[in-house]
């Protein structure tokens, strides 16, 4: 079969199944190219090294998902493209990569993890480099502290500059710092010149615009900077902690402006995407250990309001690591010791837990064993029930439910589902006991 047309399928067959969550998909395998290296083997070439770990760990269903297109087991291996030019047989064709390079820390596209929290700010960052002064035009993106969004604004900065774009980058108080001192010399040529600078470039982004000055000279020297972007065609990008609407001391006609092209939020990170977060942190930390996925999870649902705070933990864990023999496998205990005095973040996962804790009340077990192994009744109906819950009430993905439940995958979520919904049915005793939960969890 043609390698494209085998790849097309692959990834209908991956939607359709929704063995891999929809995120991933598009983010990762929808943007990544297959190479047939030999008849039984199979490269995927994939964006970024990011997403080659993230793959990796979903092998088993690509061999699987190649297996019922093909009718035979395959080698599937995953790369960049850059490591594959590198390494690959001198027949096989694959498009050039860029010639500019970026320093290996650098804040990009590519080390940046898409889930449901952050999908369209980086879909509208992504669009704003690739089309820059069109719709989104500007691009306004707000969200908590912690949650990437200086990351994507040095994203545009950096994949601009690779298209050979001029870009000014500046944090409000350095912009303030900056024109306060122009203005406070009163020379006016000096401001002139400085306003040119500003305005020679293809893209002005400014981080934090709730600590920009509203002194009247400074916001009419920036108002004056958006004008001229705005009526060139040229691509402005903001980011703050709240919605335009409520930055306090901003003119009106500012309000206006921020909100002329497209305003787009960073929420809370969901559990998947930041368990994705902890296990590249810990990747990249090169944790010696290995970690069981359940402590992952616990990590993932509890302290996932920032960033930051995640790579604190994971630097804490690599910390617990050296202490430890390499063979050692930290387990759930292990994590729930070692963080129990760090504050659990307060975010709508909370439901999750709020729903295990009144399940668990009624069957008089613990979350532990919720997530756990055990399967006596009592444990059984509690861990089913809360998948229901977490179903019906939050309307998560059987994947995403499945890591919120210790780890388990989405096959076994769906039949717990199922098994609860008959006997829902069947049993009148025991649809009245659902129904009352219910009330007690969103009531
Ligand atoms: N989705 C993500 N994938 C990878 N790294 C991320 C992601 N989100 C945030 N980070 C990292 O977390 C750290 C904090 O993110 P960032 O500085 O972008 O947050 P912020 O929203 O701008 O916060 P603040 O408002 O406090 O400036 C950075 O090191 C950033 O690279």
Redesign the pocket.
Same mark, same amino acid.
């Given at each position: 079969m043609e390698t494209k047309k085998l790849w097309e399928q692959i990834i209908s067959k991956l939607k359709n199944e929704n063995l891999i969550d929809a995120d991933i998909i598009e983010e990762y395998i929808t943007t990544s190219e297959l190479i047939n290296v030999s008849s039984k083997e199979y490269v995927i070439l994939v964006r970024s090294n990011l997403g080659v770990t993230i793959l990796n760990e979903l092998k088993d269903v690509f061999i699987y998902e190649f297996k019922t297109v093909l009718g035979e087991f395959v080698s599937v291996e995953f790369s960049t493209k850059t490591i594959f030019n590198k390494n690959k047989p001198m027949n096989i064709k694959v498009q050039a990569v860029s010639e500019k390079e970026l320093p290996t820390n650098a804040?990009t596209f590519s080390?940046?993890?898409? /889930?449901a929290s952050?999908k369209q700010a980086n879909l509208a960052a992504k669009s704003v480099v690739s089309n820059p002064g069109s719709t989104f035009n500007p691009l306004f993106i707000y /969200?908590?502290? /912690?949650?990437?969004? #200086?990351?994507?604004?040095?994203a545009i900065k950096n994949e601009a500059w690779l298209n050979n774009k001029k870009v000014l980058y500046l944090t409000s108080e350095d912009f303030t710092k900056t024109v306060v001192n122009a203005l406070n010399k009163g020379d006016f040529n000096e401001i002139e010149t400085l306003k040119n600078e500003m305005n020679l470039n293809d893209f002005f982004i400014l981080?934090?615009v709730q600590f920009l000055s509203k002194k009247d000279k400074t916001n009419e020297f920036f108002f004056n900077i958006i004008n001229n972007f705005t009526e060139n065609g040229k691509q402005l990008v903001f980011?703050s902690?709240k919605t335009p609407e409520l930055l306090n001391g901003f003119d009106k006609r500012m309000i206006t402006r921020f909100n002329s092209g497209l305003t787009t939020p960073?929420t809370a990170?969901d559990v998947p #995407?930041a368990k994705l977060?902890i296990e590249?942190e810990i990747k990249k930390q090169g944790l010696k250990q290995k970690i069981k996925e359940e402590a992952v999870i616990y990590l993932a649902q509890n302290f996932s309001d920032?960033?930051?705070k995640?790579?604190g933990l994971v630097n804490r864990l690599s910390f617990f690591g050296i202490q430890n023999d390499e063979s050692y496998v930290i387990e759930l205990d292990d994590v729930i010791d070692l963080f129990k005095d760090t504050p659990s973040a307060n975010l709508g996962l909370l439901n999750v837990k709020k729903i295990k804790e009144i399940v668990a009340k009624k069957y008089d077990v613990t979350i532990k064993a919720i997530d756990g192994k055990a399967r006596t009744t009592d444990i059984k109906n509690a861990r089913h029930l809360s998948m229901y819950f977490a179903k019906i009430i939050l309307n998560h993905t059987s994947t995403q439910i499945g890591a919120e439940f210790g780890g388990r995958d989405h096959s076994t979520v769906l039949s717990a589902i199922s098994r609860i919904e008959k006997l829902i049915y069947k049993e009148k005793e025991f649809k009245k006991i659902v129904e009352s939960l219910k009330n007690e969890i969103t009531g």
């Open positions: 804040l080390n940046f993890i898409v /889930g952050n /969200g908590e502290s /912690g949650l990437g969004k #200086t990351h994507l604004l040095q981080d934090d980011s902690d960073i990170l #995407t977060i590249w920032d960033v930051r995640i790579k």
